[in-house]
């Protein structure tokens, strides 16, 4: 197997445990869709052309609520904004790639796809067809996505409700925080994100509790790492 | 629904996706900056985790006889020492079903 093939592949692998709970939530967001009454190809099209499963629920939800196209616009980009942080931790290893390669791999940068490959860029610097290993664990998530997202709109609700599936969604974001138990300011940073999140999921309009959070937390990370530098 | 709203929903989510890989150069950002946005992932997902964990579906905060936070916190342990993401998930999703299905959380 080349060196190319064998990246991929390993994108694949370490994409491949994060999604077990994006089949169920892949099959919910297509019986929502089917049941609000857009009809197969509008349900699958959202998933093809959108790609990003809270941004589509919220489009759905908000639709069905009667919320105007400007309502719904605002809260798909709020959903939408952590994206442009996850941009920014990856732009030093894509800037020098060619364009067509920024294009297709923007589009399939999900939150899981971000982060194990994040994390394989950090750890194989001397792999220099690094790249591929997102192009394998983002075309990992958009395939799974899309069959479930057929799965929903075909069969209806066939996983029961009471396995509490929706419960997985946060043991995958859980466990993708391993290595920051074990630093004192991370542990800081996280809780500070998840206080604000649950404090601001109710009173932040057009869902943007989870940019709120993240901006939140990271300013506490400028301040944890202000004094580290007045300690040196 | 038109199609149109739909569209411009995936040129939006496209955009936040795209917009910083093709606008920042290399070696723009200083160590500073590389280091601070390091934290990225412990800022965003505790925002992703926290709220359906501690809030039930009324929105409130839900502290008792909540067999999640049991579940996460377990995960949290196992995670802590096995360093393995399958290890975290499946501890977290099988403390959680023993909760619930053999002790009637």
């Known amino acids: 197997m080349n060196n190319k093939l064998k990246t991929v592949a390993k994108g694949i692998i370490d994409v491949s445990p994060l999604m077990i709970p994006v089949v169920p939530f ?15 190809y509008m349900t699958l099209g959202l998933s093809i052309i959108i790609f990003g499963g809270a941004s ?91 069959i479930s997202t057929i799965l929903g709109i075909v069969l209806g609700s066939v996983v ?15 466990a993708l925080l391993i290595s920051d ?3 004192f300011k991370n542990i800081i940073v996280m809780l500070t994100s998840g206080i604000v999140a649950t404090i601001g999921y109710n009173t932040i309009p057009f869902k943007a509790y989870i940019i709120v959070a993240a901006i939140s937390a990271l300013i506490v990370a400028v301040l944890l790492t202000l004094i580290d530098l007045k300690k040196k | 629904m038109h199609w149109s709203l739909i569209f411009y929903a995936g040129v939006i989510t496209f955009v936040t996706r795209f917009s910083m890989i093709f606008l920042l150069k290399k070696d723009i950002l200083n160590d500073r900056a590389k280091k601070i946005l390091s934290f990225v992932p412990a800022a965003i997902f505790p925002a992703i985790i926290f709220p359906p964990i501690f ?4 929105g409130s905060l839900d502290l008792e006889s909540n067999p999640q936070i049991y579940a996460a916190i377990f ?31």
């Open chain 2, 55 to 58: 809030l039930d579906s009324a």
């Open chain 1, 181 to 183: 138990f074990r630093k």
């Open chain 1, 56 to 146: 589509q629920i919220v489009l759905l939800q908000l639709f069905s609520g009667g919320a105007s196209s400007l309502v719904i616009l605002s809260s798909v980009a709020a959903v939408n904004a952590r994206h442009i942080l996850y941009g920014a931790v990856l732009s030093e290893h894509l800037s020098s790639l060619k364009l067509s390669w920024k294009i297709i791999l923007s589009y399939v940068m999900t939150d899981q796809a971000f982060a194990v490959s994040n994390n394989y860029f950090k750890k194989n610097n001397k792999d220099k067809n690094y790249y591929y290993h997102l192009l394998g664990s983002g075309f990992t998530c958009w395939t799974i996505w899309q």
């Open chain 1, 160 to 174: 029961p409700e009471e396995l509490g599936l929706s419960f997985t969604i946060s043991l995958t974001f859980l």
């Open chain 2, 75 to 105: 995960a949290i342990i196992v995670g802590y020492f096995s360093r393995s993401i399958i290890a975290t998930i499946f501890a977290g999703l099988i403390l959680y079903w023993m909760l619930i299905f053999l002790f009637n959380f």
């Open chain 1, 26 to 40: 892949g099959i919910i967001y297509g019986v929502i869709g089917m049941d609000l009454g857009i009809g197969p």
